[in-house]
């Protein structure tokens, strides 16, 4: 019945999700920041009409946030489902090969920017509900926030859950936001990584100089950010930061050895990559250094002239951002005070350094012994056949430690992306089989959640 | 009278260039492609109605090269007069305190791109043939040719001349596109550095990924191409390249005093760029570090995410520029060979390295002891009441090395621009006072040197 509503209603599903991809709501850039409010009112409309009882777009000092519920019975446990609906900025643009906001379906795969992250696994979430709905089986109460500033940091949520502690109040988080390890093997994540994002500004001379008449005399700027860039890590891949490991949680050998059971082949990862060696942390394996152990990566490195042709200038400034991944126990903003110190510590005396923290998020791991863990599992079993094994994520979603801490809510990380979806990436894409399959396993949960 | 003639003209002369330089010739920039003709077209203009006797625009593979002539009598000597009338591209515009293509006069110096390097300083020429035409003084032949590529490395410059011997056969060639060391201190350049420009691309993985999936595991094409930056240097200042100081001459140590001779004062150096501390190549000055030994700079570098804001990626790609800067006796096309095979060789296994040349240009030694020589040097004595110093040039200058292989000319480098002219830079200008001495003191060499 739950299938055949869904099969039936493919065709409809898709075409709304179309409309919202349509939306260039990224909350990066400035120039977008009416189009984010227009995916939110999309989503109020969509949300209203799937019956909630009440739905509203919270104005943050942001982008909004919004937020809808339908309480069937204050005594029938609740579930606040989770999402963001802003998206990554689709540059560089020239390498998609479709326009990032004219979705297209290809190899049934649904192409757009938001198509996985997250739009497409949000409405999931708005269609489940829907289902059941119309099926009149919702078998508990349902919350739903799903904020516009996910991918620069959720400045704005830590208040907005703070002010809102009794309107959210609920028994589990529900977040679509990961991915499965395949569709033949289904995973639940179970860890995230947190994250500092930093942006640094090397100065060297005072304007842009004429290479041939300083070059050799006066330090460049880029050069220095390069050397300084490249004392990050050790030759061991180790990051390089006094007191960055400190606090880094070690897996016991049987973690590791439960983490590394996760079926991976290295050629396959290196094909699909088209890298001929992989590079990391001495010591640990390809799922350890993404799951649990911490990183920093340049995201992006700009100076003097990029443009056509050639132009002998010694630039005034070079640029960097630079970005961290934390594991527990680290403390973002611990972590943005080391590098930032560090980073000074380390410019040479002949330029200038700037740094400034994009944002940060912490780190976290869900329990895997929880009723909502359990009925997540069985849900998965119905749906795929199959136990899903529990992962440790690489990504970031600051928003589950933030329920633990303020909410005291457990989380259940139920995505249904692949690693290969090119989330964050030209031709981010989603498949239509695991959006309809998520449908499916969302009402699957709702039933397991409550039973119990 | 030839002062009189200058100062009556003075306005006139001023807004000639203007015009010329309100022609956005940025020869690195396709789009400009028009402009540059344009600027050639003018340029045509000018010395014919300065009196030439035949003047015509010499089509190349790339942009044209003007060539002119005034022959009075083929038994006088005949000097030869280079310039280029292509420009530097503008950017970073936002920089600019006023339109680099708009000029205008602040605190007597005359702020637009080209308004030294090179156009005002060809336009000197001009107007100093106008006059002698007018006063009736030419003493000796004259021949004209500017290009319009040197901005980009005069590709087709080589094949003129070559093509064209019998018709630029001369006594001497004279340049005005390098600098004083100033008013007070009117000075002659006597080398010149060489050029080789290349441009590298590193690549990761086969596509931009999300640095929480992939980071600490895949390697970052940005990390990468800053250690191997980095490593290009040594903790000396001195270049890691194998094999890149085999052929630099060393300087006598009679040289090097004669060099250091040239008034320096390294507190207002400092303070003039705004800088803490000078860099370089351990064991040399300054004057030396910018006049007579090699350099290696990025002149520009991008990757990754650049925009506003925040994006967590981990780049597939990353690119640099990066010059060297040769002297005596290093040889472009050997050097570009030697980065090429060096830099291959650095790229760790992780990643895929391309090389590309842009251009290159011989360093050049200009003899002091030669009649021209003497003939520059009275020049100056007359109109600056002072003997001019030698001074070594950190700037190229190709076609001084190519005339003195392909024609067998010595050249006399007779510039009136200042290092802190800003040319290649934003705000560049060249001082009123700078233009109207350097076409009285054209006047006073061609006198001398007919003379002998």
Redesign the interface.
Known sequence: MIKEYISSNKDRFLSELFDWLRIPSV????RHKGDVRKAAEYLKEKLSSAGVDTVEICETKGHPIVYAEKIINASLPTILVYGHYDV??A??IN?WDSPPFEPVIKDDKIFARGSCDDKGQVYMHVKAFETMMKLNLLPCNVKFMVEGEE???SDNLGTFVKENKAKLKADIILISDT?LISLEHPSITTGL?G?S?M?VEVT?????????????????P??A???M??SL?DENGRITIPGFYDKVAELTAAEREALNKAPFDLKEYKDE?????????KGYT?LE??GV???L???????????????????SK????I?M?LVPNQVSAEITELFTKHFQSIA???VNVKVMA??GGEPAVTRTDSEAYKAASKAFEEVFGKTPIPTR????IPIVALFKKELGLDTVLMGFGL?SD??????EHYGVHNFLLGVETIVAFYKQFAKK
């Open positions: 909350s990066a850039d400035s990554q900025p540059d560089p390498l991918e620069v940091g991915a990584r994250l994002y942006e060297g001379p005072n304007r842009d100089l004429h290479s041939g008449v300083y070059g050799g005399a006066v330090a460049n880029i050069n950010l390069c050397s860039i490249d890590h990559l088209g890298i001929n060696e992989i590079k990391g942390e390809t250094r993404t152990r911490p990183t990566d340049v995201n992006g490195i700009w100076g003097g002239y990029t443009g056509e042709g050639a132009k002998t200038v010694l630039p070079a640029h960097a951002k970005s991944r040479p005396p002949y994009h944002h994520d690489g990504g970031s690693d090119a989330i964050h990436s030209p031709n």
